[in-house]
């Protein structure tokens, strides 16, 4: 089986409108951009993001949201994108806020096989509304169901011709258990190599779990929200 792409644009080409995508990245770390400008060159509409971040007013899940081809987003952190505050206030976008956790553990549970979970958090909130609660050990929980994704995006720093993923510093936070939760997974890495390159113990997603992959043609980092110390 073939898994390697020339680009992202023939990577993505099948995705239809109203689908389920999950969005791999930290922040601005580990975004698949590559994928996502080709989602919005494609033009499908309807789509449920989920993602960690919401990108920023600049970079990231923005231009999908700019372009009103997102129906539904569920996510985390969503303090940086003045577009995503505006359609969600407008009522012209569904919004899932998910405690970072939950979202984290509900993400690699659709990866592992697991429906469905009990957490203590969220428990008396808005969050648990509408949700099973049960007691353990004298404490409440709230039950989450996992998520799973018709397709997961994901950034890698190095990949292997087979789909093996290698990661990077923060760009390793959401992407592996991302790589495992989507019905087919598209890698965009920055180096791609033949396969046997990488060592098999610095493998952190393997290629079991990728069905497409192709070697990014923009090597740009972009800063999420840039800071330095007062100076005298």
């Keep these: 089986m073939n898994k390697v792409f020339p680009d992202a644009k023939s990577a993505c080409a099948d995705i239809p409108s109203g689908a389920t995508i999950i969005v791999g990245g930290f922040g601005l770390?580990?975004?698949p951009e590559e994928c996502i400008?080709?989602?919005?060159?494609?033009?499908?509409?309807?789509?449920?993001?989920?993602?960690?971040?919401?990108?920023t007013s600049n970079h990231g899940l923005v231009h999908l949201l700019n372009a009103?081809?997102?129906?539904?987003?569920?996510?985390?952190?969503?303090?940086?994108?003045?577009?995503f505050e505006k359609l969600m206030l407008s009522g012209e976008l569904e919004v899932e806020l998910i405690p970072q956790g939950t979202?984290?553990?509900?993400?690699?549970?659709?990866?592992?096989?697991i429906p469905a979970f009990f957490t203590p958090t969220g428990v008396g909130t808005l969050i648990a509304e509408g949700k099973e609660t049960r007691e353990f050990d004298g404490r409440a929980y709230v039950m989450e169901r996992w998520i799973r994704g018709d397709y997961s995006f994901v950034?890698?720093?190095?990949?292997?011709?087979q789909g093996n993923l290698v990661y990077r510093k923060t760009a390793r936070n959401f992407n592996p258990m991302m790589a495992t939760a989507g019905r087919i997974t598209i890698a965009e890495v920055d180096h791609l190599v033949e396969a046997g390159e990488l060592g098999g113990d610095e493998i952190h997603t393997p290629a079991i779990f990728v069905q497409r992959i192709f070697e990014s043609k923009t090597k740009g980092k972009y800063i999420e929200r840039r800071t330095v110390r007062k100076r005298a």
């Design 37 to 55: 400008f080709a989602v919005r060159d494609l033009g499908v509409k309807s789509l449920t993001l989920v993602s960690n971040n919401a990108g």
């Design 68 to 83: 009103g081809q997102v129906r539904k987003m569920m996510s985390s952190y969503v303090g940086e994108n003045d577009v």
């Design 155 to 161: 950034r890698a720093y190095k990949g292997d011709t």
């Design 29 to 31: 770390c580990g975004v």
């Design 103 to 113: 979202l984290a553990e509900r993400i690699r549970a659709g990866g592992a096989g």
